[in-house]
């Protein structure tokens, strides 16, 4: 059975921006599945007209069989979603945040009151259920936030960019935990920017790029898009700035990332570029490489990949991160 089956989804907002140009996506029930694209794909539309939040222009949505235009409530109750930002009223307990949101599924108090402690339990805030949200850390907010998105039993979990702003150790656990509840049957589909957190952890990628889908496969599929090979060079210390705005004009060039006084690049004609970096820029230490996740994104989406600080699996990049959500919850009540 589909999860979710998307078709020709269509998004123009009343400014006039396309922002998705006619979807197409299925998700198996029990996948983990990762939705991946630059800032401004269209993600957060995408993710918004399933939750009720944005009003699609055309096309069509179900849920495990519930459809969005005949029964959209009957397809929210399918869905759990946690979100970006943090949208608690920091002054109620742990245990009520989680407790309520069953209330508003109309599950009854006794079950509820079982499945708020068992989620509470699993996600390691039991010891905090009964102090105010304010109390908590970023990273118990967010388990928080899981926990609540988790008490109505939804058959799918939408994860929107969900360890942004987390540490390592905090991610690692969160994502033992999903696993775990994927193992289990939940299908899980995980927004992001972050090529690392796909690759680690999704089974299946699709990436989005420009209100389209540009690839759809597994991590290596993807990787396989990339065009060409990778060149790598040494930068050179003097007149950088002269350095790149050259080579990336020679033989069409591409500049995937820097790490360290290495640059990477792709290029359509890997000889080409070669001949051109060892004669007319005299680089040292040229190296050629099978494409990357990286390469491939470029390839895919016109668009530089955004790095992670640190990666789940401990890489670290040269690129900065763009600024994580804060946690300074605001008090906002959500629903
Ligand atoms: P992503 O989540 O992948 O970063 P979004 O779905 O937020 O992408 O945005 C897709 C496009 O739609 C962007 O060009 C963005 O500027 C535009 N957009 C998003 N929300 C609105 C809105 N409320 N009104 C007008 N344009 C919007």
């Given at each position: 059975?589909?999860?979710?089956?998307?078709?020709?989804?269509?998004?123009?907002?009343?400014?006039?921006?396309?922002?998705?140009k006619?979807?197409?996506?299925?998700?198996?029930?029990?996948?983990?599945?990762?939705?991946?694209?630059?800032?401004?794909?269209?993600?957060?539309?995408?993710?918004?007209?399933?939750?009720?939040?944005?009003?699609?222009?055309?096309?069509?949505?179900?849920?495990?069989?519930?459809?969005?235009?005949?029964?959209?409530?009957?397809?929210?109750?399918?869905?759990?979603?946690?979100?970006?930002?943090?949208?608690?009223?920091?002054?109620?307990?742990?245990?009520n945040?989680?407790?309520?949101?069953?209330?508003?599924?109309?599950?009854?108090?006794?079950?509820?009151?079982?499945?708020?402690?068992?989620?509470?339990?699993?996600?390691?805030?039991?010891?905090?259920?009964?102090?105010?949200?304010?109390?908590?850390?970023?990273?118990?907010?967010?388990?928080?936030?899981?926990?609540?998105?988790?008490?109505?039993?939804?058959?799918?979990?939408?994860?929107?960019?969900?360890?942004?702003?987390?540490?390592?150790?905090?991610?690692?656990?969160?994502?033992?935990?999903l696993?775990?509840?994927?193992?289990?049957?939940?299908?899980?589909?995980?927004?992001?920017?972050?090529?690392?957190e796909?690759?680690?952890?999704?089974?299946?990628i699709?990436v989005?790029?420009?209100?389209?889908?540009?690839?759809?496969?597994?991590?290596?599929?993807?990787?396989?898009?990339?065009?060409?090979?990778?060149?790598?060079?040494?930068?050179?210390?003097?007149?950088?700035?002269?350095?790149?705005?050259?080579?990336?004009?020679?033989?069409?060039?591409?500049?995937?990332?820097?790490?360290?006084?290495?640059?990477?690049?792709?290029?359509?004609?890997?000889?080409?570029?070669?001949?051109?970096?060892?004669?007319?820029?005299?680089?040292?230490?040229?190296?050629?490489?099978?494409?990357?996740?990286?390469?491939?994104?470029?390839?895919?989406?016109?668009?530089?990949?955004?790095?992670?600080?640190?990666?789940?699996?401990?890489?670290?990049?040269g690129?900065?991160?763009?600024?994580?959500?804060?946690?300074?919850?605001?008090?906002?009540?959500?629903?």
């Amino acid at each position: 059975m589909e999860a979710l089956n998307i078709q020709q989804l269509r998004k123009t907002y009343s400014a006039g921006v396309e922002a998705l140009k006619g979807v197409d996506l299925k998700v198996k029930q029990g996948e983990f599945f990762a939705l991946l694209g630059p800032n401004g794909a269209g993600k957060s539309t995408l993710i918004g007209i399933l939750t009720g939040l944005v009003n699609k222009t055309s096309g069509k949505v179900r849920v495990f069989d519930e459809d969005l235009d005949v029964a959209p409530s009957r397809l929210k109750a399918q869905l759990g979603v946690m979100t970006q930002e943090l949208n608690f009223n920091i002054f109620e307990s742990c245990w009520n945040t989680v407790n309520f949101q069953a209330g508003y599924y109309g599950i009854d108090w006794k079950e509820a009151g079982r499945r708020t402690e068992q989620l509470l339990r699993d996600l390691e805030l039991w010891d905090k259920a009964h102090q105010p949200v304010r109390n908590l850390s970023g990273g118990m907010k967010r388990r928080l936030m899981l926990a609540r998105a988790l008490v109505h039993d939804p058959k799918l979990l939408i994860l929107d960019e969900p360890t942004a702003g987390l540490d390592i150790e905090l991610r690692r656990s969160l994502w033992v935990y999903l696993q775990k509840r994927n193992e289990a049957g939940l299908t899980i589909i995980l927004t992001t920017h972050y090529l690392e957190e796909a690759d680690a952890f999704a089974e299946r990628i699709v990436v989005i790029a420009n209100g389209r889908v540009v690839a759809d496969g597994s991590a290596s599929d993807i990787r396989a898009r990339g065009a060409g090979r990778i060149l790598s060079v040494d930068i050179p210390e003097a007149n950088e700035r002269a350095w790149f705005a050259q080579a990336t004009s020679t033989a069409g060039m591409t500049l995937i990332e820097t790490r360290g006084r290495r640059a990477y690049f792709s290029a359509p004609d890997t000889d080409a570029a070669a001949l051109a970096l060892l004669t007319a820029l005299g680089s040292k230490n040229l190296e050629i490489a099978a494409p990357t996740l990286d390469s491939a994104f470029v390839a895919l989406t016109g668009e530089q990949p955004e790095a992670e600080e640190a990666a789940p699996h401990g890489r670290t990049r040269g690129r900065e991160k763009p600024s994580a959500p804060t946690d300074t919850a605001t008090g906002e009540v959500t629903r």
